[in-house]
């Protein structure tokens, strides 16, 4: 059986592939608890100040279904020549994945470009939400 990790790749590289056939393009692909796999992009807007992160769109629809966020990848690539990069979640997506708790595992950027996760408490080991009595 294909470990989840590599599942969110595989459905992110597909979508890319999918919706941008030539040029560059980027996808995100996050797993709930009840074993559902939800993927998005990062919309086109004329104005930057619009602009959302690839990961966006698959949280929402998670609110929107009541499931609670286990995994989170993002990926980009320059072009369809290019190879696909991990991208670590940027900080206001890791607040919004703590809505999740402390134990949702994102991919995480790194040299070798390795399909690594770890877990939002492992990025933000000093969450102010901690102050608050919050278990993340």
Request: aromatic letters at 6%; a positive charge.
């Amino acid at each position: 059986m294909m470990k989840i990790e590599k599942k969110l790749y595989n459905h992110a590289v597909n979508l890319v592939r999918q919706r941008y056939p030539t040029g560059s393009g980027g996808a995100a692909a996050i797993a709930t608890e009840s074993g559902k796999i939800l993927t998005s992009i990062a919309p086109e807007v004329k104005n930057d100040a619009l602009s959302l992160c690839m990961e966006v769109g698959a949280l929402l629809e998670a609110h929107k279904r009541d499931e609670k966020v286990t995994h989170s990848l993002c990926l980009y690539r320059q072009d369809e020549m290019s190879d696909f990069i991990v991208l670590t979640p940027c900080g206001i997506c890791q607040e919004r994945l703590v809505h999740w708790g402390g134990k949702v595992r994102v991919a995480i950027s790194n040299p070798e470009n390795k399909l690594i996760f770890k877990s939002i408490r492992e990025l933000q080991p000093y969450h102010w939400s901690q102050v608050n009595g919050e278990k993340l």
